[in-house]
Protein backbone atom coordinates (compact mmCIF):
# COMPACT_ATOMS: atom_id res chain seq x y z
CA UNK A 1 0.00 0.00 0.00
CA UNK A 2 1.05 3.36 -0.67
CA UNK A 3 2.17 5.66 2.70
CA UNK A 4 -0.49 6.91 4.38
CA UNK A 5 0.92 10.67 4.03
CA UNK A 6 -0.40 9.84 0.21
CA UNK A 7 -4.05 9.08 0.65
CA UNK A 8 -5.83 11.75 -1.43
CA UNK A 9 -6.84 15.22 -0.86
CA UNK A 10 -10.40 16.56 -1.78
CA UNK A 11 -9.99 16.97 -5.41
CA UNK A 12 -9.18 20.64 -6.56
CA UNK A 13 -11.55 22.63 -8.38
CA UNK A 14 -11.46 23.09 -11.89
CA UNK A 15 -10.55 26.99 -12.00
CA UNK A 16 -7.98 26.23 -9.30
CA UNK A 17 -6.05 23.52 -11.37
CA UNK A 18 -2.75 25.02 -12.81
CA UNK A 19 -1.70 23.20 -15.59
CA UNK A 20 2.42 23.79 -15.06
CA UNK A 21 5.06 20.96 -16.69
CA UNK A 22 7.53 20.98 -13.59
CA UNK A 23 6.74 20.93 -9.88
CA UNK A 24 9.42 23.41 -8.37
CA UNK A 25 6.70 26.20 -7.82
CA UNK A 26 5.01 26.20 -4.27
CA UNK A 27 1.66 25.59 -3.94
CA UNK A 28 -1.21 28.05 -4.20
CA UNK A 29 -2.16 29.55 -1.57
CA UNK A 30 -5.74 27.48 -1.56
CA UNK A 31 -3.63 24.52 -1.60
CA UNK A 32 -1.80 25.50 1.45
CA UNK A 33 -5.51 25.81 3.19
CA UNK A 34 -6.56 22.20 2.29
CA UNK A 35 -3.05 20.82 3.61
CA UNK A 36 -3.53 20.93 7.16
CA UNK A 37 -4.52 17.25 8.48
CA UNK A 38 -1.99 16.54 10.84
CA UNK A 39 -1.54 14.72 14.10
CA UNK A 40 -1.30 16.08 17.56
CA UNK A 41 -3.28 19.05 18.81
CA UNK A 42 -1.16 21.28 20.67
CA UNK A 43 1.10 24.38 20.14
CA UNK A 44 -0.13 25.44 17.25
CA UNK A 45 -1.87 28.95 18.07
CA UNK A 46 1.86 29.73 20.01
CA UNK A 47 4.31 29.25 16.59
CA UNK A 48 6.28 32.13 15.91
CA UNK A 49 5.86 32.57 12.56
CA UNK A 50 9.20 34.13 12.32
CA UNK A 51 10.78 30.72 13.11
CA UNK A 52 8.86 29.16 10.14
CA UNK A 53 10.30 31.05 7.59
CA UNK A 54 11.64 29.23 4.58
CA UNK A 55 14.86 27.50 4.47
CA UNK A 56 18.12 28.35 2.54
CA UNK A 57 18.20 24.85 1.72
CA UNK A 58 17.29 24.62 -2.20
CA UNK A 59 14.37 22.09 -2.81
CA UNK A 60 15.12 19.88 -5.73
CA UNK A 61 14.98 16.96 -7.47
CA UNK A 62 18.52 14.83 -7.21
CA UNK A 63 19.27 12.46 -9.79
CA UNK A 64 22.28 9.83 -9.41
CA UNK A 65 23.03 7.80 -12.20
CA UNK A 66 24.16 4.62 -10.81
CA UNK A 67 26.98 1.91 -12.91
CA UNK A 68 28.71 -0.68 -12.68
CA UNK A 69 31.65 -2.54 -13.80
CA UNK A 70 30.71 -5.67 -14.49
CA UNK A 71 28.66 -7.15 -17.15
CA UNK A 72 28.28 -10.85 -15.91
CA UNK A 73 26.82 -12.50 -12.62
CA UNK A 74 26.65 -15.93 -11.89
CA UNK A 75 27.54 -17.93 -8.33
CA UNK A 76 27.06 -21.22 -6.95
CA UNK A 77 26.76 -20.99 -3.66
CA UNK A 78 23.71 -19.72 -2.21
CA UNK A 79 23.71 -20.45 0.94
CA UNK A 80 26.39 -18.20 2.12
CA UNK A 81 26.01 -16.22 5.20
CA UNK A 82 25.44 -13.25 3.42
CA UNK A 83 22.25 -14.16 1.82
CA UNK A 84 20.69 -15.87 4.71
CA UNK A 85 18.00 -14.59 6.99
CA UNK A 86 19.27 -11.92 9.53
CA UNK A 87 17.66 -9.92 12.09
CA UNK A 88 15.52 -6.56 11.28
CA UNK A 89 16.15 -4.85 14.37
CA UNK A 90 19.55 -4.37 13.94
CA UNK A 91 21.08 -0.86 13.73
CA UNK A 92 24.71 -2.54 12.23
CA UNK A 93 23.01 -3.52 9.54
CA UNK A 94 22.66 0.16 8.16
CA UNK A 95 25.42 2.16 10.29
CA UNK A 96 28.20 -0.44 9.43
CA UNK A 97 27.68 -1.66 6.26
CA UNK A 98 30.15 0.65 5.00
CA UNK A 99 27.87 2.45 2.35
CA UNK A 100 28.09 5.38 4.10
CA UNK A 101 30.66 7.04 6.48
CA UNK A 102 29.18 5.92 10.00
CA UNK A 103 29.08 9.43 10.88
CA UNK A 104 26.57 10.44 8.35
CA UNK A 105 24.38 7.69 9.52
CA UNK A 106 24.61 8.15 13.31
CA UNK A 107 24.08 12.21 12.25
CA UNK A 108 20.78 11.48 10.18
CA UNK A 109 19.17 9.01 13.30
CA UNK A 110 20.63 11.94 15.65
CA UNK A 111 18.15 14.33 14.42
CA UNK A 112 15.14 11.87 13.63
CA UNK A 113 15.54 10.52 17.10
CA UNK A 114 14.65 14.28 18.48
CA UNK A 115 11.30 13.75 16.70
CA UNK A 116 10.36 10.83 19.33
CA UNK A 117 9.56 12.79 22.28
CA UNK A 118 7.78 15.56 20.21
CA UNK A 119 5.27 12.71 19.19
CA UNK A 120 5.25 10.59 22.22
CA UNK A 121 3.73 14.31 24.02
CA UNK A 122 1.21 14.64 21.32
CA UNK A 123 2.66 17.98 19.78
CA UNK A 124 3.54 16.40 16.31
CA UNK A 125 1.46 18.99 14.68
CA UNK A 126 4.37 21.48 15.95
CA UNK A 127 6.90 19.32 13.52
CA UNK A 128 4.15 19.70 10.59
CA UNK A 129 3.17 22.98 10.79
CA UNK A 130 7.11 24.31 10.70
CA UNK A 131 7.99 21.65 8.22
CA UNK A 132 5.58 22.92 5.58
CA UNK A 133 6.87 26.79 6.45
CA UNK A 134 10.36 25.71 6.14
CA UNK A 135 9.94 23.61 3.22
CA UNK A 136 6.80 24.37 1.27
CA UNK A 137 7.22 21.22 -1.17
CA UNK A 138 6.35 19.15 1.83
CA UNK A 139 3.08 19.86 1.84
CA UNK A 140 0.37 17.82 1.14
CA UNK A 141 -1.86 17.19 -1.68
CA UNK A 142 -1.84 17.63 -5.21
CA UNK A 143 -3.25 19.74 -7.90
CA UNK A 144 -2.40 17.34 -11.23
CA UNK A 145 -2.76 14.21 -10.02
CA UNK A 146 -4.27 11.93 -7.48
CA UNK A 147 -2.57 12.60 -4.69
CA UNK A 148 1.01 13.65 -4.14
CA UNK A 149 2.48 10.07 -4.72
CA UNK A 150 1.53 10.74 -9.17
CA UNK A 151 3.40 14.44 -8.60
CA UNK A 152 6.18 12.24 -7.57
CA UNK A 153 6.31 9.81 -10.29
CA UNK A 154 5.83 12.16 -13.28
CA UNK A 155 8.96 14.08 -11.53
CA UNK A 156 10.49 10.64 -11.65
CA UNK A 157 9.91 10.19 -15.17
CA UNK A 158 10.98 14.25 -16.03
CA UNK A 159 14.28 13.69 -13.86
CA UNK A 160 15.22 10.85 -16.54
CA UNK A 161 14.68 12.91 -19.43
CA UNK A 162 11.11 12.09 -19.91
CA UNK A 163 11.70 8.30 -21.10
CA UNK A 164 10.48 6.04 -18.62
CA UNK A 165 6.46 5.98 -20.39
CA UNK A 166 7.07 8.15 -24.19
CA UNK A 167 7.70 6.67 -25.98
CA UNK A 168 6.88 2.96 -25.66
CA UNK A 169 6.06 -0.02 -28.01
CA UNK A 170 2.74 -0.24 -29.00
CA UNK A 171 0.17 -2.23 -27.14
CA UNK A 172 2.16 -1.97 -24.13
CA UNK A 173 0.89 -2.86 -20.51
CA UNK A 174 1.83 -2.04 -17.00
CA UNK A 175 1.75 -3.59 -13.63
CA UNK A 176 1.41 -1.38 -10.63
CA UNK A 177 2.62 -3.36 -7.36
CA UNK A 178 1.60 -2.69 -3.83
CA UNK A 179 -0.09 0.50 -5.65
CA UNK A 180 -3.64 0.92 -3.59
CA UNK A 181 -5.08 2.95 -4.05
CA UNK A 182 -3.70 3.91 -7.17
CA UNK A 183 -2.36 7.00 -7.99
CA UNK A 184 0.32 5.77 -10.08
CA UNK A 185 -2.15 3.92 -12.20
CA UNK A 186 -4.12 6.59 -12.32
CA UNK A 187 -1.61 8.46 -13.98
CA UNK A 188 -0.87 6.11 -16.11
CA UNK A 189 -3.84 5.43 -17.69
CA UNK A 190 -4.49 9.35 -17.59
CA UNK A 191 -1.64 10.32 -19.47
CA UNK A 192 -0.94 7.45 -21.66
CA UNK A 193 -3.66 6.23 -23.56
CA UNK A 194 -2.29 4.37 -25.55
CA UNK A 195 -1.23 1.74 -22.61
CA UNK A 196 -3.47 -1.06 -24.14
CA UNK A 197 -4.05 -2.55 -20.27
CA UNK A 198 -3.11 -1.76 -16.58
CA UNK A 199 -2.40 -4.08 -13.76
CA UNK A 200 -2.46 -3.94 -10.13
CA UNK A 201 -1.72 -6.05 -6.84
CA UNK A 202 -2.33 -4.46 -3.63
CA UNK A 203 -2.62 -5.96 -0.09
CA UNK A 204 -5.75 -6.46 1.48
CA UNK A 205 -6.27 -5.03 4.90
CA UNK A 206 -9.02 -6.35 7.18
CA UNK A 207 -11.63 -4.31 8.22
CA UNK A 208 -10.79 -1.76 5.60
CA UNK A 209 -13.04 -0.32 2.85
CA UNK A 210 -12.64 -1.68 -0.37
CA UNK A 211 -11.97 1.73 -2.16
CA UNK A 212 -8.63 2.05 0.44
CA UNK A 213 -7.73 -0.95 -1.84
CA UNK A 214 -8.07 0.77 -5.56
CA UNK A 215 -10.08 4.28 -6.28
CA UNK A 216 -13.30 3.36 -7.26
CA UNK A 217 -12.46 4.78 -10.78
CA UNK A 218 -9.77 1.95 -11.25
CA UNK A 219 -12.33 -0.56 -9.95
CA UNK A 220 -14.64 0.39 -12.50
CA UNK A 221 -12.08 1.10 -15.46
CA UNK A 222 -12.14 -1.00 -18.38
CA UNK A 223 -8.50 -1.14 -19.20
CA UNK A 224 -7.24 -1.85 -15.55
CA UNK A 225 -7.40 -5.28 -14.05
CA UNK A 226 -6.90 -6.01 -10.78
CA UNK A 227 -5.09 -8.98 -9.23
CA UNK A 228 -5.46 -10.93 -5.76
CA UNK A 229 -3.02 -13.78 -6.16
CA UNK A 230 -3.63 -16.99 -5.16
CA UNK A 231 -4.50 -16.32 -1.35
CA UNK A 232 -7.05 -13.62 -2.90
CA UNK A 233 -5.34 -11.29 -0.42
CA UNK A 234 -2.61 -9.93 -2.86
CA UNK A 235 0.28 -10.26 0.22
CA UNK A 236 3.83 -9.80 -2.22
CA UNK A 237 5.47 -12.26 0.69
CA UNK A 238 3.39 -14.95 -0.65
CA UNK A 239 5.60 -17.00 -3.54
CA UNK A 240 2.24 -18.21 -5.32
CA UNK A 241 0.88 -14.90 -5.45
CA UNK A 242 3.95 -13.52 -7.32
CA UNK A 243 3.29 -16.56 -9.30
CA UNK A 244 -0.24 -15.83 -10.38
CA UNK A 245 0.98 -12.12 -11.28
CA UNK A 246 3.53 -13.60 -13.87
CA UNK A 247 0.97 -15.77 -15.60
CA UNK A 248 -2.04 -13.06 -15.48
CA UNK A 249 0.41 -10.47 -17.98
CA UNK A 250 2.01 -13.99 -19.30
CA UNK A 251 0.73 -12.59 -22.93
CA UNK A 252 1.40 -8.83 -22.20
CA UNK A 253 4.15 -6.86 -23.15
CA UNK A 254 4.74 -5.26 -19.70
CA UNK A 255 6.58 -2.07 -20.84
CA UNK A 256 6.37 -0.61 -17.55
CA UNK A 257 6.30 -1.71 -14.42
CA UNK A 258 5.79 0.54 -10.88
CA UNK A 259 5.72 0.11 -7.10
CA UNK A 260 5.37 2.45 -4.20
CA UNK A 261 5.15 -0.44 -1.13
CA UNK A 262 5.83 1.29 2.14
CA UNK A 263 3.64 0.82 5.58
CA UNK A 264 3.79 3.11 8.73
CA UNK A 265 6.84 1.52 10.86
CA UNK A 266 5.34 0.79 14.58
CA UNK A 267 7.14 1.01 17.60
CA UNK A 268 8.80 -2.19 18.71
CA UNK A 269 9.05 -3.37 22.64
CA UNK A 270 7.73 0.29 22.75
CA UNK A 271 10.69 1.87 20.89
CA UNK A 272 10.68 4.05 18.00
CA UNK A 273 12.23 1.72 14.85
CA UNK A 274 11.76 4.45 12.18
CA UNK A 275 15.72 4.64 12.00
CA UNK A 276 15.30 1.14 11.01
CA UNK A 277 12.80 1.95 8.12
CA UNK A 278 14.52 0.60 5.26
CA UNK A 279 14.85 -2.71 6.83
CA UNK A 280 12.03 -3.07 8.11
CA UNK A 281 10.86 -2.51 4.62
CA UNK A 282 13.19 -5.01 3.34
CA UNK A 283 11.00 -7.85 2.47
CA UNK A 284 8.08 -5.54 0.59
CA UNK A 285 11.38 -4.20 -1.47
CA UNK A 286 12.79 -7.56 -2.28
CA UNK A 287 9.11 -8.90 -3.04
CA UNK A 288 8.79 -5.72 -5.48
CA UNK A 289 12.21 -6.64 -7.35
CA UNK A 290 11.33 -10.25 -7.59
CA UNK A 291 7.68 -9.70 -9.24
CA UNK A 292 9.28 -7.16 -11.19
CA UNK A 293 12.01 -9.30 -13.10
CA UNK A 294 9.29 -11.95 -13.53
CA UNK A 295 7.32 -9.37 -15.84
CA UNK A 296 8.71 -6.31 -17.17
CA UNK A 297 9.50 -6.95 -20.90
CA UNK A 298 12.32 -6.49 -22.74
CA UNK A 299 13.24 -2.74 -22.77
CA UNK A 300 10.92 -2.53 -20.34
CA UNK A 301 11.45 0.19 -17.26
CA UNK A 302 10.64 -0.13 -13.36
CA UNK A 303 10.20 2.47 -10.76
CA UNK A 304 10.05 1.54 -7.14
CA UNK A 305 10.16 3.39 -4.22
CA UNK A 306 12.98 2.91 -1.65
CA UNK A 307 13.94 4.23 1.84
CA UNK A 308 17.87 4.90 3.06
CA UNK A 309 20.28 2.75 1.00
CA UNK A 310 22.80 1.78 3.69
CA UNK A 311 22.18 -1.56 3.87
CA UNK A 312 23.56 -4.32 1.43
CA UNK A 313 20.13 -5.60 0.90
CA UNK A 314 19.06 -2.17 -0.51
CA UNK A 315 22.43 -1.68 -2.14
CA UNK A 316 22.74 -5.61 -3.54
CA UNK A 317 19.00 -5.18 -4.99
CA UNK A 318 19.96 -1.89 -6.69
CA UNK A 319 22.84 -3.84 -8.00
CA UNK A 320 20.89 -6.20 -9.73
CA UNK A 321 18.97 -3.71 -11.22
CA UNK A 322 22.16 -2.13 -12.85
CA UNK A 323 23.30 -5.92 -14.04
CA UNK A 324 19.52 -5.97 -15.77
CA UNK A 325 18.89 -2.81 -17.25
CA UNK A 326 20.60 -0.91 -19.60
CA UNK A 327 20.63 2.78 -17.49
CA UNK A 328 19.89 3.04 -13.59
CA UNK A 329 19.28 6.05 -11.24
CA UNK A 330 18.26 7.12 -7.82
CA UNK A 331 15.89 9.67 -7.60
CA UNK A 332 14.50 11.89 -5.14
CA UNK A 333 11.71 13.98 -6.39
CA UNK A 334 11.36 17.45 -5.38
CA UNK A 335 7.80 16.27 -3.79
CA UNK A 336 9.68 13.15 -1.96
CA UNK A 337 9.70 15.57 1.22
CA UNK A 338 13.66 16.54 2.17
CA UNK A 339 13.29 15.65 5.81
CA UNK A 340 12.20 12.04 5.13
CA UNK A 341 14.62 8.97 3.96
CA UNK A 342 12.22 8.02 0.42
CA UNK A 343 13.97 8.07 -2.97
CA UNK A 344 12.65 6.26 -6.00
CA UNK A 345 15.03 3.72 -8.41
CA UNK A 346 14.24 4.27 -12.00
CA UNK A 347 15.75 1.54 -14.38
CA UNK A 348 15.13 2.34 -17.96
CA UNK A 349 15.55 -0.76 -20.67
CA UNK A 350 15.39 -4.12 -19.49
CA UNK A 351 18.36 -6.02 -21.10
CA UNK A 352 17.65 -8.94 -23.56
CA UNK A 353 17.92 -12.03 -21.36
CA UNK A 354 21.37 -13.38 -20.84
CA UNK A 355 22.37 -15.58 -18.36
CA UNK A 356 23.30 -12.81 -15.88
CA UNK A 357 19.65 -12.01 -16.21
CA UNK A 358 18.32 -14.91 -15.90
CA UNK A 359 20.79 -15.67 -13.31
CA UNK A 360 19.04 -12.54 -11.03
CA UNK A 361 15.97 -13.56 -11.71
CA UNK A 362 16.10 -16.95 -10.54
CA UNK A 363 18.27 -15.97 -7.57
CA UNK A 364 15.41 -13.18 -6.42
CA UNK A 365 12.99 -15.75 -6.76
CA UNK A 366 14.84 -18.37 -4.75
CA UNK A 367 15.83 -15.75 -1.43
CA UNK A 368 11.78 -14.63 -1.75
CA UNK A 369 10.88 -17.99 -1.25
CA UNK A 370 13.26 -18.87 1.17
CA UNK A 371 12.72 -15.59 3.49
CA UNK A 372 8.63 -16.71 3.15
CA UNK A 373 9.39 -20.34 4.24
CA UNK A 374 11.62 -18.80 7.11
CA UNK A 375 9.18 -16.60 8.30
CA UNK A 376 6.31 -19.49 8.57
CA UNK A 377 6.72 -20.40 12.00
CA UNK A 378 8.10 -16.85 13.00
CA UNK A 379 4.99 -14.78 12.71
CA UNK A 380 6.11 -11.93 15.25
CA UNK A 381 9.60 -12.11 14.38
CA UNK A 382 11.75 -9.79 11.63
CA UNK A 383 14.01 -11.05 9.40
CA UNK A 384 15.29 -10.25 6.12
CA UNK A 385 18.11 -11.33 3.56
CA UNK A 386 21.33 -9.85 5.03
CA UNK A 387 21.79 -9.24 1.16
CA UNK A 388 20.97 -10.58 -2.32
CA UNK A 389 24.45 -10.88 -3.54
CA UNK A 390 27.32 -11.79 -1.81
CA UNK A 391 28.99 -8.44 -0.48
CA UNK A 392 32.61 -9.36 -1.08
CA UNK A 393 31.38 -8.83 -4.91
CA UNK A 394 29.95 -5.85 -4.43
CA UNK A 395 32.41 -4.41 -2.40
CA UNK A 396 34.88 -5.34 -5.49
CA UNK A 397 33.06 -2.99 -7.95
CA UNK A 398 34.43 0.18 -7.57
CA UNK A 399 32.82 2.41 -10.10
CA UNK A 400 29.35 1.26 -8.00
CA UNK A 401 30.84 1.64 -4.80
CA UNK A 402 31.83 4.96 -5.52
CA UNK A 403 28.26 6.06 -7.44
CA UNK A 404 26.35 4.98 -3.86
CA UNK A 405 28.62 5.94 -1.24
CA UNK A 406 28.26 9.21 -3.20
CA UNK A 407 24.51 9.30 -3.05
CA UNK A 408 24.07 7.98 0.31
CA UNK A 409 26.33 10.94 2.03
CA UNK A 410 24.71 13.96 -0.11
CA UNK A 411 21.27 12.47 0.55
CA UNK A 412 21.87 11.86 4.01
CA UNK A 413 23.83 15.33 4.95
CA UNK A 414 21.06 17.39 2.74
CA UNK A 415 18.07 15.03 5.04
CA UNK A 416 19.87 15.67 8.41
CA UNK A 417 20.14 19.32 7.51
CA UNK A 418 16.92 19.94 7.20
CA UNK A 419 15.69 17.75 10.01
CA UNK A 420 17.82 19.75 12.33
CA UNK A 421 16.05 23.10 10.93
CA UNK A 422 12.80 21.75 11.62
CA UNK A 423 14.00 20.47 15.07
CA UNK A 424 15.65 23.50 16.27
CA UNK A 425 12.43 25.24 15.24
CA UNK A 426 10.55 23.39 17.38
CA UNK A 427 12.81 23.65 19.76
CA UNK A 428 12.52 27.17 19.81
CA UNK A 429 8.85 27.22 19.72
CA UNK A 430 8.23 24.70 22.39
CA UNK A 431 9.82 27.33 25.20
CA UNK A 432 7.03 29.45 24.38
CA UNK A 433 4.21 26.85 24.01
CA UNK A 434 5.70 25.30 27.95
CA UNK A 435 5.80 29.13 29.43
CA UNK A 436 2.65 29.72 28.11
CA UNK A 437 0.99 26.11 29.37
CA UNK A 438 2.86 27.04 32.65
CA UNK A 439 0.97 30.40 33.09
CA UNK A 440 -2.25 28.85 32.23
CA UNK A 441 -1.38 26.18 35.22
CA UNK A 442 -0.80 28.91 37.33
CA UNK A 443 -3.48 31.71 37.03
CA UNK A 444 -6.24 28.25 36.26
CA UNK A 445 -8.93 28.45 38.81
CA UNK A 446 -8.65 25.66 41.47
CA UNK A 447 -10.85 22.55 41.11
CA UNK A 448 -13.71 22.77 43.37
CA UNK A 449 -14.58 19.70 45.58
CA UNK A 450 -17.39 18.25 43.53
CA UNK A 451 -15.61 18.89 39.98
CA UNK A 452 -12.59 16.80 41.89
CA UNK A 453 -14.61 13.69 43.17
CA UNK A 454 -16.62 13.40 39.48
CA UNK A 455 -13.34 13.11 37.83
CA UNK A 456 -11.23 10.39 39.69
CA UNK A 457 -11.11 8.21 37.23
Not at 190 to 213: C, I, P, Q
Not at 241 to 260: C, P
Request: glycine residues 6%; proline residues 4%.
Amino acid sequence: MADQDDLPLPAVSPGDKKRRREFGEEESDWDAKRQSRNDGSSGRQYLDRREGMRSAIEERTEVYRIVTERTQLIFTDLDQADLMPAEVNDESRMRDAGWAPPEVVEELWTQKNRMDGLFDEGKGEMYYKLRDQKFPQDRKGSAKFANRAGDKLWQVHCAVDDTLFDPLPPASAFFDICGGPGAFSQLLLDKFSEMRAGYGMTLRVGMTASNDYWYRALERHDRFHIIWGADDQGDVYVPENLAAAAEAVKNELVSVVVSDGGFKIQKLDDKHMENLQELFSGRIILSEFTLALNITAERGHFVVKLFDSFSHLTVSLIYIAALCFEEVYIVKPVKSRIVNSERYLAAKRRKPESETTKFCGELLNHLHARIYDFMKDRPNEHFSPMSTIPVRLLQEDTAFVNCITAMNVELGNKQSSALKEVMDAVDTALVEVRKMEARQARFASPPSASSSSSHQH
